[in-house]
């Protein structure tokens, strides 16, 4: 039989492919540099970087210079790979007044990455909250018109975009632009302070002016409860978001990727790693990059909870930890997900009290005295088992004679 060459080539480098996976297979099992350090001593950031997967935190200002509380910067420093900022990047903490910004806190946190080898992930240029009471009331008492307004969103991009040059990874462009099924109308639709003065149109602009002021950082939408597909009808929220984004591809706006949020409680009915895993493949199938931007998992402050009994404790600990594991082994199944970014990493710091006025808590990996929780180590062992060094092919057992 004559093959052809591009056959042979390719006979012959399965040839030797085969004939180095069976010379190297014992070589593996008996090489002491596979041995890997013990994955309980090593930090989040060293386990993530086997995977080229970058692990973040959000990272709150006051606490980072707060020189009472050294643990939560050497934290932040050892622990994480990518910052972003928990609120100071936003419109009202960078222009409180018009026309003055306030780069102070933002910078000093680009400066801390900079300064411990950590990316940044931009966070965020266009939302319906934290915006300047300047900017709203201007638009309700009609001093600022549409067409203004347009101008001035742009302007907002373009200066901020374009002072963190260089500096910015990723960047949230537009977050939270989709309405929940529990709004009404329940099918969903774009919301809040931007669709309703300029129309949806403002999503597609924001990404055009973002890259016209920095041609490098990838530009993401970033969403909450898009973790999984549900069944694709109206008042699925995740397949709103899909069909925007595969709309904005096919427009030609410049869109790198989609952040999912990951905020769940351990009271409701998450996901598992499967349908996780499913949904960011279906984004990643469009050319898009994905991350998990904003991960923590609360549970219901019953006051059992609060008084510490651990019945009541424990399953809440267990099932936080269990909803953190789905969504980093999806991250993981994925290699377009770059980045896994818990919101907050300590119970200290954490928005949820305040939000849910203590209703809920427990949301972050460590405990509010800097005790790692099970979701902490739950996360380093998907890490450290996913792969290798610390995963090998598995060696054949020869029967004993
Ligand atoms: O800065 C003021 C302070 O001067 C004042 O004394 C204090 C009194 O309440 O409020 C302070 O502002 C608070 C701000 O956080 C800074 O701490 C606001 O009240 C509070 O509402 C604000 O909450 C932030 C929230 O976004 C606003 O919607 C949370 O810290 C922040 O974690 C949260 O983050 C959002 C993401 O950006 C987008 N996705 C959802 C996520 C959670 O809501």
């Known amino acids: 039989m004559k093959l052809k060459p591009v056959t042979i080539v ?3 480098a399965v040839a030797a492919l085969a004939a180095s996976v069976l010379t190297l297979a014992p070589a593996i099992a008996s090489d002491k540099s596979a041995v890997t350090a013990d994955p309980s001593t090593q930090t989040l950031r060293e386990l993530s970087a086997r995977h080229g997967l970058h692990l973040g935190t959000a990272v709150d200002l006051a606490a980072l210079s707060d020189a009472d509380d050294p643990q939560y910067r050497s934290l932040v420093a050892s622990q994480f790979s990518t910052v972003t900022a928990e609120n100071v990047m936003k419109w009202d903490a960078l222009e409180p007044t018009r026309g003055t910004y306030n780069w102070g806190p933002a910078d000093e946190l ?9 990316r940044v992930r931009g966070h965020v240029l266009v939302w319906h909250s934290q915006i300047p009471t300047w ?4 638009v309700e008492d009609g001093t600022i018109t549409k067409d203004e307004l347009r101008d001035l969103l742009k302007k907002h991009i ?7 040059k260089g500096k910015i990874w990723q960047w949230d462009v537009v977050n939270e632009a989709a309405t929940d099924p529990w709004d009404s109308p329940s099918n969903i639709h774009y919301k809040g302070f931007w669709a309703e003065n300029l129309g949806p149109e403002y999503v597609a602009d924001s990404f055009r ?4 002021a920095d041609s490098k950082a990838l530009l993401f939408y970033n969403d909450y409860n898009i973790e999984a597909f549900g ?10 978001v899909y069909n925007m984004v595969k709309q904005l591809r096919a427009d030609g706006v410049p869109i790198d990727g989609v952040g999912s949020q990951g905020h769940l409680g ?4 998450n996901y598992d790693a499967l349908q996780a895993s499913a949904a960011l493949k279906r984004f990643t199938d469009l050319g898009l990059a994905t991350a998990f931007t904003e991960v923590d998992v609360r549970s219901e402050m019953t006051e059992e909870v609060k008084a510490g009994t651990s019945s009541e404790v424990n399953p809440r600990l267990q099932a936080s930890a269990a909803n953190y594991s789905a969504l980093l082994q999806a991250c993981l199944s994925n290699r377009h997900c770059l980045s896994f970014t818990v919101w907050g990493f300590t119970d200290k710091y954490s928005w949820i009290p305040n939000w849910s006025e203590d209703k809920e808590g427990l949301a972050n990996i460590y405990d509010e005295n800097y005790q790692p929780k099970r979701a902490y180590n739950m996360m380093r062992a998907d890490l450290a088992f996913s792969g290798p060094p610390s ?4 060696i054949a057992q020869k029967p004993k004679r």
């Open 391 to 394: 995963v090998q092919p598995r």
């Open 110 to 118: 680009v400066a801390f990455a900079q300064k411990n080898g950590q």
């Open 158 to 164: 373009t200066d901020v975009v374009t002072h963190f």
């Open 10 to 12: 390719g006979a012959v």
């Open 231 to 240: 069944d694709g009808g109206e008042t699925d929220k995740t397949t709103f």
């Open 209 to 212: 002016w973002a890259r016209a």
């Open 135 to 138: 900017l709203t009331q201007g």
């Open 266 to 269: 351990t009271q409701y009915g």
